[in-house]
């Protein structure tokens, strides 16, 4: 799930924080080329100060406490971000009576620091924002909806290239769809590509007898059977004792499953996305989906259906291996210590652990495993699924868009102070400058834990997952990795529903998970009702039961 994603890449996003804005006084291994030249200011005092917030999903892009790079305590110095405004601030401060700061730190997405803010109208006039909650956030006059400004051209992009003809142009238009709340308002800019995939041990892949990377789910299960199998053979597979215990697969947080739901409900997706044909299940369509009935009675869509049933199934059986204290599971440590075979990740993770790594033992990364039909020439397995697959594809190595900033009512309301837009033109025209390509690709490349929109990453163990992606797009039945995902699509409330029932669904028997799932159906009927009611959408408007958007 998307959201969900997003929010454990919020946690990881302060952890970075943490280890990017080390201390003044380095003490370990140095380089001095890899030290950061300190930003040269102009003097704008005669001009109107705002701030950017520059957090991120990955790692923010404040600049950090010390510039001089230093192997354990700093070893990511940064100011890309301020050296980029300070150029901007050259060019464009006179023009619109502004000048802009980057914060020393970020209050990233911090919902108990940043919504008084908002509230009182004192945030950053550029702030990063986690749209997990837009559904709520859409109607509090919080954000400028840049919906319409999205449509005109960036004028830093340059000629042919995407942006320059319309601003939304820098992402692809099935992506770009994603980032509409359920009012149809866009708030955020979103300035970098996550990679995702799973993260390995290749010294233990060699150890175990494994020769070839995982392509499908069947092969990633039977990879951790022969990690297992491993363990078993050197005395190592108690999973009750992580210093020793050799566990096969483990997840910093759950982003496969969306994956794994989305590639389960291809082959309907024709008829649930009706109402807006985007190439994903939006809150309307998936309420629709639910509230809508056949002649028999049957809903299109609801969490307890049979393909909800086969996802936990499969869920279950990847965490077949978990230790016994899963939730105490410090599976970052576990793994950079070569106590965990494969780990899933996204940009931050890769980076941070592989640099922790450090050559200890041979890494490697994959994109997720494709889940396949079960063929009907072969016997049973429980590693196929009994669903049609064939009918999509679910891209692999880049999970979408992330860390969207977003212009805030500070902005709007020193405009409506000044009777001018002066504000959030300046703000409007600072996203612009960030997000043309040759800017992105510094602000990204320089920190080096996502991807730049313009895909041209310089990270070694990123490049493949990039291609990978490259190559899924175009395939004409790619479908997003949270194409067709309740928990994205909804507001947060069943966000949260889904995170803790998945928690619950590792607990129960497989015959129990039909049962256990009438929580989630609960959860999502009184998140359906509000949403229907907060957005009035129409139920009479809706397409009728069956109805396919291929019709």
Request: proline share 4%.
């Amino acid at each position: 799930m998307k959201h969900l994603a997003k929010t454990l890449s919020l946690i990881l996003a302060g952890v970075m924080c943490v280890s990017l804005c080390a201390c003044n006084i380095a003490t370990g291994d140095k380089d001095p080329d890899k030290d950061v030249n300190e930003v040269e200011k102009g003097d704008y005092t005669q001009y109107t100060k705002l701030v950017i917030d520059g957090g991120g999903q990955n790692a923010a892009y404040n600049t950090t406490s010390s510039l001089i790079y230093d192997k354990y305590t700093n070893p990511y110095p940064y100011n890309t971000l301020e050296a980029l405004v300070e150029e901007w601030n050259k060019e464009n401060a006179e023009k619109y009576g502004y000048y802009f700061t980057v914060a020393t730190s970020s209050i990233n997405n911090d919902r108990e620091t940043m919504v008084p803010m908002l509230n009182n109208g004192t945030a950053p006039e550029i702030i990063y924002y986690l749209q997990t909650t837009i559904a709520e956030d859409q109607n509090k006059g919080w954000f400028y909806d840049l919906k319409e400004v999205m449509e005109t051209p960036n004028k830093y992009s340059k000629e042919g290239e995407d942006g320059s003809v319309r601003w939304r142009d820098i992402y692809p238009d099935d992506l770009y769809q994603s980032f509409f709340s359920p009012n149809g308002q866009i708030f955020a800019v979103t300035m970098e590509q996550n990679p995702i995939g799973i993260l390995y041990n290749k010294t233990l892949f060699e150890a175990a007898g494994i020769t070839e990377e995982p392509e499908t789910y069947k092969e990633f299960m039977e990879a951790q059977d022969a990690i297992y199998a491993y363990a078993q053979g050197v005395g190592r597979a108690d999973p009750s004792d992580d210093s020793t215990y050799i566990c096969p697969f483990n997840s910093i947080y759950p982003w496969y499953d969306s994956y794994l739901e989305t590639s389960l409900m291809g082959d309907i997706i024709e008829y649930l996305d009706v109402i807006e044909v985007d190439g994903y299940v939006n809150a309307e369509e998936y309420v629709r989906a639910f509230m809508t009935k056949d002649e028999n009675g049957n809903r299109l869509y609801s969490p307890d259906d049979d393909r909800m049933v086969e996802l936990y199934r499969l869920i279950k059986q990847m965490c077949k291996y978990y230790p016994t204290n899963y939730e105490s599971y410090y599976c970052t440590q576990q793994f950079t210590v070569g106590n965990l075979a494969m780990l899933e990740v996204t940009g931050g993770d890769i980076r941070e652990i592989i640099d922790t790594v450090d050559g200890a033992f041979e890494v490697g990364v994959f994109a997720y495993p494709v889940l396949e039909t079960q063929p009907a020439v072969e016997e049973p397995n429980p590693y196929y699924t009994t669903y049609n697959t064939s009918e999509s594809f679910v891209q692999r190595g880049l999970s979408g868009y992330s860390t969207g900033w977003a212009i805030t009512n500070s902005a709007m309301n020193k405009d409506e102070a000044s009777g001018n837009d002066n504000c959030v033109n300046a703000c409007i025209d600072m996203l612009m400058y960030l997000s043309c390509f040759e800017n992105n690709d510094r602000m990204v490349n320089d920190l080096g834990f996502a991807i730049p929109l313009s895909g041209n990453t310089t990270y070694e163990y990123f490049k493949p997952l990039a291609e990978i992606f490259k190559e899924d797009r175009e395939n004409e039945k790619a479908l997003a990795w949270s194409a067709a995902t309740a928990g994205n699509a909804m507001n947060k409330d069943y966000y949260d529903a889904v995170y803790l029932f998945r928690k619950t669904a590792l607990t129960l028997d497989q015959s129990q998970i039909k049962s256990g799932l009438s929580t989630l159906v609960s959860s999502f009927s009184s998140s359906a009702n509000i949403l229907y009611q907060q957005n009035l959408w129409d139920k009479d408007s809706w397409p009728a039961y069956g109805t396919s958007n291929r019709d």
